[in-house]
T-cell receptor, first 113, second 111 residues
Framework: SQTIHQWPATLVQPVGSPLSLECTVE??????LYWYRQAAGRGLQLLFY??????ISSEVPQNLSASRPQDRQFILSSKKLLLSDSGFYLCAWMNSISGNTIYFGEGSWLTVV | DAKTTQPPSMDCAEGRAANLPCNHSTISGNEYVYWYRQIHSQGPQYIIH???NNETNEMASLIITEDRKSSTLILPHATLRDTAVYYC????????????FGDGTTLTVKP
């Protein structure tokens, strides 16, 4: 069966510090991968998606970047965090094996202080 | 992807059916309707999806109108654990690009 994991689950970082959130998918190959952000009490905002290794599409201009160094690995980064980067970050995957249904990870809470 | 409209909140009595509506008047012929729910501080959970026929699984039923411009998610016997935010999205099934979620409907099941 397929599983998705992301870490760390919670993170408190000072303004101006770097960020690295990691996501991996197991049990499948060549998935589409996504990073979403959710502000408190709001819907999900798509940040990045990737259809293959090294292929990243950005949906909104921001202080964040994404990379896909391996087929089932997706990393969300920032060189210098802003207060506005605080939120709940979700990684997700889909492919034909999932029936083109998107499945989400457990989420990572980031608080920038 | 087509835009969807959902009521911001709904209440339901425990044990009764919860009927959550979604409008998607600009849906295209090859776009599916997907439903997810999100319990606080967790990742969204897939519930069900459909193209034009009504669908049922162990979690819920999905009723899509004949013109496909709206749909209803039905939780037949709501429990307190069904309290969550429910998202309706429409997209092409094989879309290799993006999928967007709106603010959803906050369903509160009351004892």
């Amino acid at each position: 069966s397929q599983t998705i994991h992301q870490w760390p689950a919670t993170l408190v970082q000072p303004v101006g510090s770097p960020l690295s959130l990691e996501c991996t998918v197991e049990g499948t190959s060549n998935p589409n991968l996504y990073w979403y952000r959710q502000a408190a009490g709001r819907g999900l905002q798509l940040l990045f998606y990737s259809v293959g290794i090294g292929q990243i599409s950005s949906e909104v201009p921001q202080n964040l970047s994404a990379s896909r160094p391996q087929d089932r690995q997706f990393i969300l980064s920032s060189k210098k965090l802003l207060l506005s980067d605080s939120g709940f970050y979700l990684c997700a995957w889909m492919n034909s094996i999932s029936g083109n249904t998107i499945y989400f990870g457990e989420g990572s809470w980031l608080t920038v202080v | 992807d087509a835009k969807t409209t959902q009521p911001p909140s709904m209440d339901c009595a425990e044990g009764r059916a919860a009927n959550l509506p979604c409008n998607h008047s600009t849906i295209s012929g090859n776009e599916y309707v997907y439903w997810y729910r999100q319990i606080h501080s967790q990742g969204p959970q897939y519930i069900i999806h459909g193209l034009k026929n009504n669908e049922t699984n162990e979690m819920a039923s999905l009723i899509i109108t004949e013109d496909r411009k709206s749909s209803t998610l039905i939780l037949p016997h709501a429990t307190l654990r069904d309290t969550a935010v429910y998202y309706c999205i429409v997209r092409v099934a094989s879309n290799a690009g993006k999928s967007t979620f709106g603010d959803g409907t906050t369903l509160t099941v009351k004892p």
